[in-house]
């Protein structure tokens, strides 16, 4: 038996679909509605890693890539595409860390490269 719901109950129905982002499902919403931004867990984790990573190399601890690399366990050509994340301009990392970035800034997108100067990384984000 279905009962009918109480009078002072609102119903919503709001359209979306279900689409698949690096593993997980995602909830996209209907055109023209911005869902809220929230960081690329990816792209923060690996900026706090580029970060640790030149503490480590400036406080002397490593002498080579190589060496911190051997001790990460990673791969010296690796390790340099993600340091190089410690290039970027200081407000396109607070951007990243907010979860304000462009959709084009991602981390297969940084890890092919970018240009070293400020500016030019603005224009290209």
Known sequence: MIRPAPADTVTLRVPFRLAKRGGRKEMR??????????????????????????RMIDAGRYTTIADLA?????????????LRLTLLAPDIVEAILDGRQAPQVTLARLMDGFPEEWEGQRKSF
Do not use: H, M, N
């Open 29 to 54: 919403l209907p055109e023209g509605i911005a869902p809220p931004r929230r960081p690329d867990d990816a792209l923060v984790k690996a900026l706090a890693r580029a970060f640790r990573w030149k």
């Open 70 to 82: 051997a001790q990460e366990g990673i791969a010296p050509s690796y390790l340099t595409r993600i």
